[in-house]
Nanobody, 124 residues
Framework: QVQLAESGGGLVQAGGSLRLTCAASVPTFSRDAMAWFRQTPGLEREFVAAVSWSGVSTYYADSVRGRFTISRDNAKNMVYMQMNNLKPEDTAVYYC?????????????????WGQGTQVTVSL
C-alpha cells in the first residue's frame, strides 16, 4: 500500500481558492490512478476528481467541474487539486486515494490506499 498525506485545507470565504496537496510515500505511486473524495458528517464519501497514472486523463464530479483542477507530478510523488470559486457546499473533509485500476474511478471501493484527510471549510 501507498501511504498518503494530505495538506492545504483550511477556512476560506465563498468565492475563494485553496490548493490541496497529497504526498505519496513510494515511487510505485506513479502506476496508480489518484483521486480526491470528500465527506461530510452523516453522508457517504463522495467522488470529487481523479487523474490517470500518466496525468493525461482527468475526471470530475459534475458539482466541481469547471471550478476544480486535479493534477499530479510523478517525479515528486505528489497530487494536487486546485479549488477555485469555492462554495459553502464544498465544505467537507477531503481525502486523497490511490487505485491500481483504470475503471470505476468514482467508486471508493476501488481504492487501496487513503490519506487521513484535510478539512476544507467555506464560509458565506
Amino acid at each position: 500500500q501507498v501511504q498518503l498525506a494530505e495538506s492545504g485545507g483550511g477556512l476560506v470565504q465563498a468565492g475563494g481558492s485553496l490548493r490541496l496537496t497529497c504526498a505519496a510515500s513510494v515511487p510505485t505511486f506513479s502506476r496508480d490512478a489518484m483521486a480526491w473524495f470528500r465527506q461530510t458528517p452523516g453522508l457517504e464519501r463522495e467522488f470529487v476528481a481523479a487523474v490517470s497514472w500518466s496525468g493525461v486523463s482527468t475526471y470530475y464530479a459534475d458539482s466541481v467541474r469547471g471550478r476544480f483542477t486535479i493534477s499530479r507530478d510523478n517525479a515528486k510523488n505528489m497530487v494536487y487539486m486546485q479549488m477555485n470559486n469555492l462554495k459553502p457546499e464544498d465544505t467537507a473533509v477531503y481525502y486523497c486515494a490511490a487505485t491500481a485500476g483504470v475503471a470505476g474511478l468514482s467508486n471508493p471501493d476501488e481504492y487501496h490506499s487513503w490519506g487521513q484527510g484535510t478539512q476544507v471549510t467555506v464560509s458565506l
